[in-house]
């Protein structure tokens, strides 16, 4: 079955810093994949999504991701984060039918000023 | 603007007693899907559907009912039969065919004391 990890519960970092979060997964084919951010009581935003071509994909608010089928990863990065970016982030597989969307459980960032 | 309106955004009942929670969307989406968020996992797939009077389960469905009579609604009753009914509510909807993200509600957050 598959599955998704995202290793780091919690990570903080400094305002101005980069960042990168982790993700892996579990799919036997090629995945749809996916980056969704949180504030807090809120609903799910997308940040970006790959289904092929460019392994390098762009984002809105400044993030980007990349895939690596070797490591079975689609990791999240931000060269400079931003106080707002305080947020929880969760990766997504998707299934070829597309009615089914398996999250991670998420990585919460602080961003200490 | 388009967009999902899950109402209430708090939501208090007693042990014993059913509840509705509203989804309503008007992106003119085919499919609509109710996930489950709990601290440190999440989420979780409850039911969704893809057309009109049809709907499947997803993962954890028990103790949980839907119904799809329009496009644009998708109630979720928690009944009294869900052992655990306390947690934040997701609503999400997407366009009907594969690849197509998720849009998200605010949620509700549900207390069943």
């Known amino acids: 079955a598959q599955s998704v990890t995202q290793p780091d519960i919690h990570i903080t970092v400094s305002e101005g810093a980069s960042l990168e979060l982790r993700c892996n997964y579990s799919?036997?084919?090629?995945?749809?994949l996916f980056w969704y951010v949180q504030s807090p009581g809120q609903g799910l935003q997308l940040l970006l999504k790959?289904?092929?071509?460019?392994?390098l994909v762009q984002g809105i608010k400044g993030f980007e991701a990349e895939f690596k089928r070797s490591q079975s990863s689609f990791n999240l990065r931000k060269p400079s984060v931003h106080w707002s970016d305080a947020a929880e982030y969760f990766c997504?597989?998707?299934?070829?039918?597309?009615?089914?969307?398996?999250f991670g459980p998420g990585t919460s960032l602080s961003v200490i000023p | 603007d388009g967009g999902i309106t899950q109402s209430p955004k708090y939501l208090f009942r007693k042990e014993g007693q059913n509840v509705t929670l509203s989804c309503e969307q008007n992106?003119?989406?085919?499919?609509m899907y109710w996930y489950r968020q709990d601290p440190g996992q999440g989420l979780r797939l409850i039911y969704y559907?893809?057309?009109?009077?049809?709907?499947q389960k997803g993962d954890i469905a028990e103790g949980y009912s839907v119904s799809r009579e329009k496009k644009e609604s998708f109630p979720l009753t928690v009944t009294s039969a869900q052992k655990n009914p306390t947690a934040f509510y997701l609503c999400?909807?997407?366009?009907?065919?594969?690849?197509?993200?998720?849009?998200f509600g605010n949620g509700t957050r549900l207390t069943v004391t």
């Open positions: 999400a909807s997407s366009k009907h065919r594969e690849n197509s993200p998720l849009h």
């Open positions: 799919y036997g084919a090629t995945p749809y």
């Open positions: 790959y289904f092929s071509g460019d392994t």
């Open positions: 997504a597989v998707g299934e070829t039918s597309y009615d089914k969307v398996i």
């Open positions: 992106l003119n989406h085919d499919a």
């Open positions: 559907s893809q057309i009109v009077n049809d709907f």
